[in-house]
Structure formats: structure tokens, C-alpha cells
């Protein structure tokens, strides 16, 4: 999923405190909470995914050494694109990027709040491992939800001027639909993704909402300031907020990589050569290593994910602190 997406949901607002009755009291600011949610995640992960769109696109070329740019690195990707493809072609896929990021948003925050309630009060768990495992159960529910938009998204991206196999998403997913086996056909790589997002979105949560609580608790005057739409509320600052998405957002990548790697191979499918010998998870992943070894097979293309993580980071938790006191989400 996405570091955004995952980050963002690990936010979770702390209680209010009381109000009085009245047009501002708690009733009101309860009202459609799930469609406040729902926006104040999207547009903060739509703005995330856009500053870094070019960066993605040119993950999914590397990972699936597309043969135009397989010889070429991160950088010298990102200057040959424009020239074979014009400026927009770095924003390819972006579209159904944008279309998937909205309802993964609103799926993982709400999924989180009703996993943690649940293993809360139900299993009796709580502190930080209450979050590790909502997390993680958040992630997956949201990927199964909104993964034939992801496969769409990377077919679209994997697409090089010239060589179209896909007019646009529509195309693109009646054309899977009608060539790949129907429904299921949109599910190619769920399983290395699901094994992959455990861990991924655990990681996430558990490492920003450890570095949060411990933050605020023993250093509240220097990391943290009182919320503008609730004074009550205590939030970290902004460049501390992009600090400890940064941190968490690197360490899950790094561990859960190999998956990402294995996903992005299975959903291109027929698209590449080696097709027929990556019909399984376990035949991708022993494919990979074996002609291209872990370094520049299993965790090509990491470097790249370091490098977005920082701007992707900042512009989430950014946009999404601003929307969250718009929507007065505190």
C-alpha cells in the first residue's frame, strides 16, 4: 500500500475532551465523522501520491526491468522517461492511482478504529501491540478491497510510449477481465502482497505510534503543540511529524520489500516475457534471485523508496494535520 496511506491511518486523533451542549458540543462534532474521515484521509493521501508519481513510475519500471530502462538507474530513469515519453509520461498510471488511494484510505482509518476496538475489548490486548496487530489486519483489508485498482494502476504504469497494450483504465480492465481469466484475473499477486502488507502497515504503526506516545509523553513542550481546532488535544510538529514517518516508513519498507518486489512482477503477468515462470509467488521469488540475486533483484529499485519516502512523508502528514483540523477531526 502505500507508505502514505499506512502513516497517515497511524495518526489516530486522541479523544476530545468534553464540550459543552451545544451547535460546536460533541453530537455535532460526531456528525458524518466517517465521511470527515474519509475525506481528510483522501485528500491527504491523493496529495502524497502525486508528489511522488514519478518516483513510483519509476519503481514499477525497475522493479519489472521493463527492457527500455532495465539498464539504466533510478536517476538516469527518471531523466530518460521524459525524453522518450514527454514530461506526463511520469505520471503514468497516476489516474487510477488516484481513483484507488481515496477508498484505501477510508477502508484502512475506519478498519483500524473497529480492529483496535475489537482487540482491545475482545482479546483484552492493549499498549503498543494493539496497534502492531490492527495495523496489520487494517492494511490487509484494505489492499483486498481495492487491489484490482493497484493491478490496473501498475499495468498502466508499466506501459512505455509507442507500445500500448492499454488505452486507458476502462481498457485496461475489461481487456484483464476478458484475457486473464475474469474476476480473478485482478488478483494476480495477492498473495505476496497480503504477506507483505502484514508486517509492512504493523511496522508503520507500531514504530510512528511508539515514537508519538513516547514523544509527546517525555518531551511534550519540545515536540509537540495543542491542536488549533481543540487545544486539549496535543499533536506533534510538523517537521517531528515528518521525522517520525520517515523512521517508520523506511524500516517497514525495508522488511517487507522483497514482497513488493514479487507483487509488482505478478500483476504485469502476461505483460512481461518471463510469464510463464512466474505464475506463483514462490516461482517469482525464486525467479528473481536466481538471474538477478537479492541486491539487484529482490530489493532493486529500494534506494528509489528512500528517496520518495521523505517527500511523500512530509507532504501527508502535512496535508493531512491541516485536514484534520478543518474537519475538526480532534
Not at 89 to 95: D, R, S
Not at 240 to 248: D, F, K, M, P, S
Request: one cysteine or more.
Amino acid at each position: 500500500m502505500a507508505a502514505a496511506a499506512a502513516a497517515l491511518a497511524a495518526t489516530e486523533p486522541p479523544p476530545a475532551m468534553p464540550q459543552a451542549a451545544g451547535a460546536g458540543g460533541p453530537a455535532a462534532r460526531r456528525d458524518f465523522y466517517w465521511l470527515r474521515s474519509f475525506l481528510a484521509g483522501g485528500i491527504a493521501g491523493c496529495c502524497a501520491k502525486t508528489t511522488v508519481a514519478p518516483l513510483d513510475r519509476v519503481k514499477v519500471l525497475l522493479q519489472a526491468h521493463n527492457h527500455h530502462y532495465r539498464h539504466l538507474g533510478v536517476f538516469s530513469t527518471l531523466r530518460a522517461v521524459p525524453k522518450k515519453e514527454g514530461y506526463l509520461g511520469l505520471y503514468k498510471g497516476n489516474g487510477a492511482m488516484m481513483i484507488r488511494i481515496f477508498p484505501y484510505g477510508a477502508i484502512q482509518f475506519m478498519a483500524f478504529e473497529q480492529y483496535k476496538t475489537l482487540i482491545t475489548t475482545k482479546l483484552g490486548v492493549s499498549g503498543h501491540v494493539h496497534r502492531l496487530m490492527a495495523g496489520s489486519m487494517a492494511g490487509m483489508t484494505a489492499v483486498i478491497c481495492t487491489y484490482p485498482l493497484d493491478m490496473v494502476r501498475v499495468r498502466l504504469a508499466f506501459q512505455v510510449k509507442g507500445e500500448h497494450t492499454y488505452t486507458g483504465i476502462i481498457h485496461a480492465f475489461k481487456t484483464i477481465y476478458a484475457k486473464e481469466g475474469g474476476f480473478l484475473g485482478f488478483y494476480r499477486g495477492l498473495m505476496p502482497t497480503i504477506l507483505g502488507m502484514a508486517p509492512y502497515a504493523g511496522v508503520s504503526f507500531f514504530t510512528f505510534g511508539t515514537l508519538k506516545s513516547v514523544g509527546l509523553s517525555y518531551a511534550p513542550t519540545l515536540l509537540g503543540r495543542p491542536s488549533s481546532d481543540n487545544p486539549n488535544v496535543l499533536v506533534l510538529k510538523t517537521h517531528i511529524n515528518l521525522l517520525c514517518g520517515g523512521v517508520a516508513g523506511a524500516i517497514a519498507q525495508t522488511i517487507s520489500y522483497p514482497f513488493d518486489v514479487t507483487r509488482r512482477r505478478m500483476q504485469l503477468g502476461a505483460v512481461l516475457p518471463e510469464f510463464e515462470k512466474c505464475l506463483t509467488m514462490r516461482e517469482t521469488m525464486k525467479y528473481v534471485y536466481g538471474h538477478h540475486g537479492i541486491r539487484k533483484g529482490l530489493y532493486r529499485g529500494l534506494s528509489l523508496n528512500y528517496i520518495r519516502c521523505v517527500p511523500s512523508q512530509a507532504v501527508a502528514f502535512t496535508t493531512y494535520e491541516l485536514m484534520k483540523q478543518f474537519f475538526h477531526l480532534n
